[in-house]
Nanobody, 121 residues
């Protein structure tokens, strides 16, 4: 089970940190990712991290602004979001995959409930 939190309302240029707490099986058994879905749009890949945390991948739209990290001992996944833009407004979802880290949503097995991020201009 995945529980995302940390969303909220922030002005453009601001920062937020999302967290995703995992319960059950050791989180190090899964690669993890963040996806987002804006109103009227399809869910899109944001970033992913390997089981160990040693490999990461980012969508071009967030590269240099967002940072994914994980604490396997505490079973928590993080997404540090800096220099937020209005176009970052979306519901953000964390997800876990038994496959090697991937940008493909279809390859994720477990999903959190989502947390709303709203960036005002």
């Amino acid at each position: 089970q995945l529980q995302a939190s940390g969303g909220g309302l922030v002005q453009a240029g601001g920062s937020l940190r999302l967290s995703c707490a995992a319960s059950g099986r050791s989180s190090s058994a899964y690669s993890m990712g963040w996806f987002r879905q804006a109103p009227g749009k399809e869910r899109e890949f944001v970033t992913a991290i390997s089981r160990s945390g040693g490999s990461k991948n980012y969508a071009d739209s967030v590269k240099g602004r967002f940072t994914i990290s994980r604490d396997n001992a505490r079973k928590i996944l993080y997404l540090q979001m800096n220099i937020l833009k209005p176009e970052d407004t979306a519901v953000y979802y964390c997800a876990a995959s038994t496959r090697p880290w991937t940008h493909n949503a279809d390859e994720y097995d477990y999903w959190g409930q989502g947390t709303q991020v709203t960036v005002s201009s």
